[in-house]
């Protein structure tokens, strides 16, 4: 049994305001998130556009995880830091979750239960009622489960270790994060799926909102100040809304039990459009299978000055002795990770021109039944909003610059805690990546979503502002 001992290795826990993916995510600190490599994502990490970089999570590089089995049927996940890691004071909050190799999650007792799911869990074949407050968000243990029996099948096959990439922790400013995750865009696969993939892709973006709206939620949680718990939703939750649901849903998003939280609106539409204003004027970008996170802090007593990101940047210039270059190791030896190259798969084929010819069918097809099936009286028109996205893209008046988050509009009050980010670049891409596949022109898709997403916030802001 290998020892956990040593003060080079941090135990990993898992991050409890995960609201949505499949991948379970790691807190290396609670400043700094792991998630598991996919190279593709890697990549995208690594070369995306300047101006995409403030709507994404701060990358900070590879880590590989240690899995250690322990006395009891217990498991520990350890990592060796980057060595200008300084870690972030936990107050007292470390250690406070242990895994199980079963993939249960026991949380100390002494720690607050604060979320709670009141809808039956459906698309399961365990469907059964989710009422108990737990101390993690539901969909935590589910992710976690998943994740642990493929770590437990590496040890059994004698794998390499899993490599993780470090992301920035998106929640760290917030006391209590209220998050919205979104799948956007109207296409929700990848130019490497396989035929029966986009098929069952297509199936769920015409059968949910993501063809009238091209949004749907997937996954969510509100802070109650009333139960002084988060109310959570899960993505069958989203699948299960038409267009008159959602709009539902995202008023319940921002009421925390006694009101509608219509001061968080104003930053939150201006940093939407704000991205509008940036992706429109990105070219061969496409954000496939992407999520957007609506973020607010749910304690109104904090203000936009509350909370510090750790920057490994920062760090790193500050301590002189160390390397530029983040080095990454995996165990006490001195055997370096190698950030780019040994995690880089092998490019896919190009697709011979009948393959081409099928897939722009299927968009072709998706686009005819997405027209033939959506209801007039419950849709954002298409047209009216490529109207607002041309709008958007030609405005270079001062009064469109300086209502961009960049130049928060002067206010008596400090202004409401509110974040927006793109994530999950699994299936993104752009020219930079030498791809064979090189698109042009911006990723409409995307944008339909987010136009839609700021109609929809301006009209709920009209009514209660």
């Known amino acids: 049994m290998e020892s956990t001992s040593g003060n080079n290795y941090i135990h990993l826990e898992p991050f409890i305001h995960q609201v949505g993916g499949h991948s379970s995510m790691l807190c290396l600190d609670e ?16 070369t995306l556009p300047d101006p995409v970089r403030k709507f994404t999570p701060k990358f900070y590089g590879v880590i590989q995880v240690r899995v250690v089995q322990e006395e009891g049927g217990y498991v520990t996940l350890l990592a060796t830091p980057p060595d200008c890691y300084t870690p972030i004071q936990s107050n007292g909050k470390s250690c406070r979750i242990r895994m199980r190799r079963s993939g249960s999650i026991e949380v100390d007792s002494n720690v607050t239960e604060l979320f709670h799911e009141d809808q039956p869990e459906t698309g399961t074949s365990e469907s059964k009622d989710v009422k108990k407050a737990t101390p993690l968000n539901p969909w935590v243990l589910k992710c976690h489960r998943t994740q642990l029996q493929e770590l437990m099948t590496n040890i059994h ?11 920035e922790n998106l929640t760290w400013k917030f006391t209590f994060p209220c998050i919205l ?17 986009k098929q069952s892709k297509m199936f769920k973006v015409v059968s949910t909102t993501s063809g009238k709206l091209g949004v749907r939620i997937g996954g969510m949680q ?36 006694t009101k509608l939280r219509s001061d968080v ?55 002189q002795e160390k390397e530029s270059r983040i080095s990454l190791t ?16 092998g490019q896919l084929n190009r697709r011979s021109s009948s393959a081409e ?46 209502s961009m988050p960049s130049s928060p509009l002067p206010s008596t009050a400090p202004e409401p805690l509110v ?47």
């Open 157 to 167: 096959t004698n794998s390499s270790k899993p490599n993780f990439i470090l992301l």
């Open 265 to 319: 609106l104003p930053p939150l539409i201006r940093r939407l459009e704000e991205l509008v204003y940036i992706l429109g004027r990105q070219d061969a970008v496409r954000f496939y299978t992407t999520s957007l996170l609506l973020l607010y802090e749910g304690d109104e007593s904090k203000n936009s000055n509350s909370g510090t990101v750790y920057d490994f940047d920062k760090a790193r210039e500050k301590n």
């Open 357 to 402: 010819t099928l897939s722009v069918m299927l968009d072709q097809s998706l686009d005819e039944f997405i027209s033939s099936t959506a209801d007039p009286r419950n849709q954002l028109r298409r047209s009216s909003s490529t109207a607002t996205y041309e709008e958007i893209k030609v405005a270079k008046s001062p009064s469109f610059e300086a």
């Open 222 to 257: 509100v802070y109650q100040v009333t139960t002084k718990r988060f109310l959570c939703r899960n993505k069958f939750y989203g699948r299960s809304l038409n267009v008159g649901g959602f709009q539902q849903a995202l008023r319940q998003f921002l009421h925390n039990g």
């Open 330 to 345: 995996c165990d006490h030896s001195s055997d370096q990770m190698r950030v780019c190259d040994d995690y880089k798969v």
């Open 419 to 465: 974040d927006v980010r793109i994530i999950d670049f699994a299936h993104s891409t752009h020219k930079d990546l030498d791809d064979p596949v090189v698109y042009s022109g911006p990723d409409h898709g995307f944008l339909f979503g987010l136009e839609n997403m700021i109609a929809l916030l301006k009209g709920i802001e009209r009514d209660h502002g």
């Open 181 to 197: 995750d979104l799948k956007m865009g109207t296409r929700q696969y990848g130019d490497a799926a396989s035929l029966p993939k």
């Open 31 to 46: 400043a700094t998130v792991c998630k598991p490599l996919v190279p593709r994502e890697l990549n995208f990490y690594e």
